[in-house]
């Protein structure tokens, strides 16, 4: 008597299983759909793998030189223009700018535990 309330039993969740699983599948996309997602994530995922791979093996260079460039080169423009629209005089924005230079290559040699040179005159 147990198992055949127990077939049963069994009989109902199995059917309610495989309706609620019918239900789902019909909101799911379209299986090719979700192959065909899943790969190109592996086909991105293994690319940029391999370039990774490729710039710590030496075989690749990589492009950190020319953000760094680019960095740069904003920079410069961008101070440019600040000289050029600076509010103070361009004796007052020299002096100070060149005050900032001697701190800031101050605190380098600091750093690094240099001494200055001295200018041997002309």
Not at 21 to 39: G, M, N
Not at 74 to 95: C, D, F, H, K, Q
Request: positive net charge; glycine residues 14%; aromatic residues 4%.
């Amino acid at each position: 008597m147990r198992s055949r309330k127990r077939e049963q039993l069994l009989g109902l969740l199995l059917g309610t299983s495989f309706y609620l699983l019918d239900k789902l599948r019909d909101r799911l996309p379209d299986s090719v759909e979700i192959k065909d997602r899943a790969w190109e994530t592996y086909k991105t995922a293994s690319d940029r793998l391999g370039h990774a791979a490729n710039i710590l093996r030496g075989r690749e260079e990589s492009r950190i030189f020319g953000k760094v460039g680019a960095l740069l080169i904003g920079m410069g423009v961008g101070v440019g223009i600040g000289l050029l629209v600076a509010p103070a005089s361009g004796g007052e924005t020299r002096a100070d700018l060149a005050g900032k230079v001697s701190d800031f290559g101050d605190k380098v040699r600091e750093a690094t535990g240099k001494k200055p040179q001295s200018a041997t005159g002309t």
